[in-house]
């Protein structure tokens, strides 16, 4: 009687299982890193130097950003950013410090457009 009582048991509990509905696997959303819109411009300065020393060529393809705390070492890339522009990307170094432009905090929540 046991084993009857067991199997029956065992069929109840599969049928409520098999009545719940499915639940879809979530994959899990890899982290995002800061997103910022930001225009650029040709550094153009052929011959002169970068904030790391790096002599710009005229093929270099570097960044700048506004922080000396965030440059990499001349050739390095121990800080790099990610380009993306009209569906297409590329990671290029951070040699340089710039721009210049004070009034323009795009960083900020606040912006201020000036």
Known sequence: MNRRLLAAA???LLGAILALPAVPARAEEPPTAPTYTV????EGLVGHRTANGHRIQARDRFVALPSASVVASN????????VTYRGRSVVLP????????TRD???APQRRYG
């Open 105 to 107: 905090n795009y960083w």
């Open 39 to 42: 225009f650029a411009t040709r």
């Open 75 to 82: 050739g390095g890339t121990e800080f790099q950013v990610r």
């Open 10 to 12: 065992s069929l109840v």
């Open 94 to 101: 951070v040699w340089d410090v710039g721009p210049w432009n």
